[in-house]
Antibody
Framework: QLQLQESGPRVVKPSETLSLTCIVS??????????WGWIRQPPGKGLEWIGS???????DYNPSLMSRVTFSVDRSKNHFYMEMTSVTAADTAVYYC??????????????WGQGALVTVSS | EIVMTQSPATLSVSPGERATLSCRAS??????LAWYQHKPGQAPRLLIF???TRATGIPVRFSGSGSGTEFTLTISSLQSEDFAVYYC??????????FGGGTRVEFK
């Protein structure tokens, strides 16, 4: 059974970089037709897709966050990563890593991590 | 960006009753609509894709319908484990993929 687990600092200072790791177990990050993504949920608000990365290195982004976000993959570790720069209090959220299954039209989120609450605070 | 709107925000239902959840898209998403279930402290779970196809292992009491801009998730006979928050998501026009605000199904 595929499992995803978010890892990283739970408190980040304003203007600094938020870095998260997703540890994938029970399946290969190099398998097709899967992408590996990030979704967040600020307290009391809805879900927001941040973007995703393919094992070969290509990425897709939410246009609203594109200028601040970078994704990467380490196939040898079966991990993938997100970095978000210049964070503010508005970036405080539960961050989920997800597996995105490619369909004819778009992508579904068929596996999710438990989520990691990241708080931006000085 | 396609805006997804779910109603009601909260649905109070007794076990054994039928629950009907709605999702509306700001423009047509054809049948490219998924539903997810989220219980506190757990990872969200994919229930339905392509508007009406149940994901692997999802009980038959969950059904989806609709196309274009109007969609419905029906839980035919609510079980205790079904009390959760349910989200719809469109994957027709992206980026970005977008979600509804969720419907909380609570015990009446």
């Amino acid at each position: 059974q595929l499992q995803l687990q978010e890892s990283g600092p739970r408190v980040v200072k304003p203007s600094e970089t938020l870095s998260l790791t997703c540890i994938v177990s029970g399946g290969s990050i190099s398998s097709s037709p899967y992408y590996w993504g990030w979704i967040r949920q600020p307290p009391g608000k809805g879900l927001e897709w941040i973007g995703s990365v393919y094992y070969a290195g290509s990425s897709d982004y939410n246009p609203s966050l594109m200028s601040r976000v970078t994704f990467s993959v380490d196939r040898s570790k079966n991990h993938f990563y997100m970095e978000m720069t210049s964070v503010t209090a508005a970036d405080t959220a539960v961050y989920y890593c997800v597996r995105e299954k490619k369909t004819v039209s778009g992508r579904l989120f068929d596996y999710w991590g438990q989520g990691a609450l990241v708080t931006v605070s000085s | 960006e396609i805006v997804m709107t779910q109603s009601p925000a909260t649905l109070s239902v007794s076990p054994g009753e039928r629950a009907t959840l709605s999702c509306r898209a700001s423009q047509s998403v054809s049948s490219n609509l998924a539903w997810y279930q989220h219980k506190p402290g757990q990872a969200p779970r994919l229930l339905i894709f392509r508007a009406s196809t149940r994901a692997t292992g999802i009980p038959v009491r969950f059904s989806g319908s609709g196309s274009g801009t109007e969609f419905t998730l029906t839980i035919s006979s609510l079980q205790s484990e079904d009390f959760a928050v349910y989200y719809c998501q469109q994957y027709d026009s992206w980026p970005p993929f977008t979600f509804g605000g969720g419907t909380r199904v609570e015990f009446k």
